[in-house]
């Protein structure tokens, strides 16, 4: 999800360093004196300021004055290590600067490096006058309140900078309004930036009108979500922060989220969904929560079916709501740059912003930002944020980025089927998995329509079949009418399972969606014609096929009839390593043959490519004798028998067969 912001960068009289040599450069900043403060601002933008909280100052000692840098430490690579963290380096997509200015009381005396002057203490009006704060300054006096901010207190004056309030605001605060307006910005006790959180709400002096101030890790410090430009400006009787605009006058901070949406006619349509949700509750209850609230003209470019589908199934309309909600307090002048936060989903949402005071959320933008309420803040945005379970099987299939099986799909008219009706199970292979095959193989399959159908049909089952219901070598019927998938289960380590379709290892299970389930394979199925006996025919294996039909009719129809077999299959090279004579005597013998073939066997799958580094794996053969299979520094032996790594996991359509160098042979 992207965010953008409109971000710009305060000159102030001391310079600045690029925020990309900051960490280099504490040197520099050390020799710059005390008692400054860096301001990592961007270009364009005076009022876009994030606070590092990197100070200098001078601590006094009996024999010289030692500078340290912020808050009283004293190891000299601080700023390195802390400050430089607490640096961006980028803010909506533009590099940022480190600009120094004095700290709140210290000025400049000339010809001294840093900000060595002490200035005294003046009365929170004075200190507006002194800050060029000429209209708040103006705004009190005409209020009668020059007495108040002149000798009463201890008050936070929240005041909008010169400038900071359009021409309709200012006729909106006329002076017979002066007064509430002003005792909205005043809080009756002084509050310093470095007290700020996101769960703390204070009360104003107008009436029960409570406001809330954050700070946020990446520096910024905001009101009621307006942005403070110039904190901490300390007065005898207070503080002053300095915002980039007025506090609202008709905000909604005493309604709950709940409320707010529910008294937009713009939100109708995801409030019917919150009730849908049965969701009501969970957002009129105290907490801090943020929603990103697709409007009705978002929400009307969703397809028929999925609107249908969320206002009719509880579990959907929960959660497509929580998908929208984050457990915090995001302000949208608190984003700085590409972010993410959880959604009551679970779900990841992006945001990241730009330069042009765009703010994208997802694929959609913010609209409208900031409507407060007593419990958290909505931001409208123009695109809603699906999550998977509301997506169908081909909906999924394209939004994780496995764009060549939607495109075959396209191709096979399979894509409304899918999408309407169901339920289905899908094993997807991923791009890569595609290119793989190889393109004068993609090519042929494409123009080959039946063909193409076949494949595809061959990745999918009727019904939801879920990673937790599957059973080591079950078969289940693909789409294709003609086949079966194998499904394999097998130990991956200590920590769990893994799972196989076939030779295809799912590397995401369990993707949900409206009408079944995708999992992501690595492997492109391709429908398998041969069965183990067709292999054996081929020339490189005629003496095990020799001993195959020399253990007798039943062994060979069994070699047929199975549907999930391995095979360790050696070579006729192999058997160059047996004298002619005891290959003579095996084959005279139909009980010996039998014997020497069930000793390749395994009763199930076994996949070469499951198998770990350094791991040995025990496994009886059909003789009921354990055959010990491990790899190590690349090759895998079964017994004292090198698997060749190029012709091992070959799927028939009964069984695996690995290539193997050596005959296992049996005690005869």
């Known amino acids: 999800m992207k965010v953008i912001l409109s971000v710009a960068i305060v000159v102030l009289f001391l310079g600045g360093l690029d925020s990309r040599q900051f960490g280099r450069k504490s040197a520099i900043y050390r020799s710059r004196g005390p008692n400054l403060r860096a301001v990592e601002v961007v270009l364009g933008s005076p009022n876009m300021r994030f606070f590092t909280e990197c100070h200098s100052s001078y601590k006094r000692s009996l024999s010289s004055p030692a500078l340290l840098l912020s808050r009283q430490a004293t190891a000299s690579s601080y700023f390195d290590q802390m400050c430089w963290k607490s640096v961006n380096q980028e803010i909506c997509g533009k590099p940022t600067s480190v600009k120094f200015e004095c700290a709140d009381g210290y000025e400049k005396i000339q010809g001294q490096p840093g900000c060595t002057g002490l200035k ?16 708040v300054t103006s705004l009190v006096r005409d209020a009668g309140l020059t007495a108040v901010l002149e000798t009463a207190g201890a008050f936070t004056l929240f005041a909008p900078a010169d400038g900071a309030l359009t021409a309709q605001q200012l006729a909106t605060i006329n002076r017979t309004d002066s007064m509430p307006f002003l005792l909205r910005h005043l809080v009756n006790k002084r509050i310093l930036s470095s007290e700020f959180d996101a769960a703390d709400v204070v009360q104003t002096l107008y009436g029960n009108h409570h406001i809330r101030l954050n700070r946020y890790a990446n520096g910024a410090l905001t009101v009621n979500c307006v942005r403070i430009i110039s904190p901490d400006r300390q007065g005898s009787n207070g503080v002053i922060h300095v915002i980039d605009r ?52 978002a929400l009307k470019q969703l397809s028929s079916t999925i609107l249908k589908f969320l206002e009719t199934n509880h579990a959907a309309a929960k959660a497509f709501v929580q998908n929208h909600i984050t457990k915090a307090f995001q302000c949208s002048a608190a984003i700085g740059g590409p972010s993410t936060q959880t959604t009551l989903a679970g779900d990841s949402l992006d945001m990241t912003c730009t330069a042009d005071g765009t703010i994208y959320i997802g694929e959609g933008i913010i609209t409208t930002p900031d409507i ?29 980025g496995l764009a060549y099986f939607r495109q075959l799909l396209d191709s096979a008219f399979l894509e409304s089927a899918l999408g309407n009706q169901g339920p289905y199970t899908l094993f997807v292979p991923t791009d890569e998995a595609f290119k793989a095959l190889g393109v004068h193989f993609l090519e042929l399959l494409k123009k080959d329509k039946s063909q193409l159908r076949r494949v595809l049909l ?5 019904g939801q079949l879920n990673t937790y219901n599957m059973i080591d070598d079950q078969l289940a019927p693909c789409l294709d009418g003609q086949s079966n998938l194998r499904l394999q289960v097998f130990r991956k380590s200590s920590r769990g399972f ?53 253990g007798g009719p039943q062994l060979v129809n069994a070699m047929r009839a199975s549907h999930a077999t391995t095979l360790f299959l050696p070579t006729d090279e192999a058997f160059q390593h047996l004298p002619n004579s005891v290959v003579e005597k095996l084959l005279a013998s139909p009980k010996d043959a039998a014997k020497v073939v069930q000793n390749h066997m395994l009763l199930n799958i076994m996949l070469i490519e499951e198998c770990l580094e350094n791991v040995k794996y025990r496994i009886e053969n059909m003789l009921q004798e354990p055959l010990e299979i491990a790899a190590n520094d690349g090759t895998v032996y079964v017994n004292n028998a090198a698997i060749e790594i190029a012709r091992s996991d070959h799927m028939t359509k009964n069984g695996v067969i690995h290539v193997i160098d050596k005959v296992l042979m049996p005690d005869i």
Not at 391 to 400: H, I, M, P, T
């Open 120 to 135: 005294a203490l003046r009365n929170l009006l004075a200190t507006s006058e002194e800050l060029g704060l000429s209209w």
């Open 246 to 297: 007025a506090l609202s006058l008709t905000d909604s901070s005493s309604q709950t989220i709940y409320d707010v949406i529910a008294g937009e006619e713009n939100f109708s349509v995801f409030s019917s969904l919150i009730d849908t949700a049965e969701m009501k509750d969970e957002l009129t209850t105290e907490g801090l929560f943020t929603v990103f609230l697709p409007t009705n003209v």
């Open 458 to 462: 061959y990745h999918m089952l009727g």
């Open 498 to 550: 893994s799972y196989a379709i076939e030779h295809a290892n799912i590397l995401k299970s369990d993707i949900i969606s409206r009408n079944g389930v995708v999992h992501i394979i690595d492997k492109v199925l391709i429908p398998i014609k041969e069965n183990i006996m067709d292999v054996l025919a081929k020339p490189d294996f005629s003496k095990f096929s020799q001993m195959v039909y020399a």
């Open 372 to 400: 407060l309420a007593s419990n958290g803040v909505v931001h409208a945005v123009s695109a809603a944020m699906i999550p998977d379970n509301v997506k169908s099987v081909v909906e999924n299939s394209e939004g994780l």
